[in-house]
């Protein structure tokens, strides 16, 4: 298969937990290359941007001032069906349910807030991947 992009998000529960090596440890470990990467405060608009999709839903205003408060570390990550293999890296959405072995699943847990603060973003798809990564390294 051609090589593909993605971005990948550490949080900023992940960034706050000194979880930024850690999870780039695992990309790479897993073959992965990291290509470009900066450290970002996300303003309102961007993430506005980024989450797009779930305007509306319960969880988006709770989303967007989570990953306000404090900085996100954004990554372009390139690789063979990259897109599918972080997030199979990431694990499941809820923490509490992820995988033992995935990063949702060894260092997440439900903590009781409204957001589900599980460490990092995956793009889902090729079309949200160059969507994704035309925002944060405009
Ligand atoms: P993912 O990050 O696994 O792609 P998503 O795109 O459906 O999941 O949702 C984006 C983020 O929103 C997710 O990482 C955490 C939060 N979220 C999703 N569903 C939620 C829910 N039911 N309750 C609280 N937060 C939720
Ligand atoms: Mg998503």
């Known amino acids: ?3 593909q992009e993605t971005l990948v998000l550490v949080k900023p529960d992940g960034v706050a937990r000194n979880l930024i090596g850690e999870i780039l440890r695992r990309i790479e470990a897993k073959g992965y290359s990291v290509t470009d990467l900066r450290m970002v405060e996300a ?3 961007l993430l506005e941007q980024h989450y ?15 990953m306000q408060s404090g900085p996100v570390v954004a990554v372009r ?19 509490t ?10 260092f997440g847990r439900d903590w009781g807030l409204r957001v589900q603060q599980n460490l990092v973003h995956g793009s889902d798809s090729p079309e949200s991947a160059a969507r994704e990564l035309a925002l ?3």
């Open 52 to 66: 797009e999709e779930h305007v509306g839903k319960p969880f988006y205003e709770p989303l967007v001032e989570f």
């Open 1 to 3: 298969d051609a090589i």
């Open 77 to 95: 990550v390139a690789g063979q069906r990259v897109i599918e293999g972080f997030r199979s890296l990431a694990g499941a959405t809820d923490p």
């Open 43 to 45: 303003d309102r608009g």
């Open 97 to 106: 349910v992820a995988a033992p072995g995935t990063i949702r699943g060894d």
């Open 136 to 138: 944060w390294f405009r």
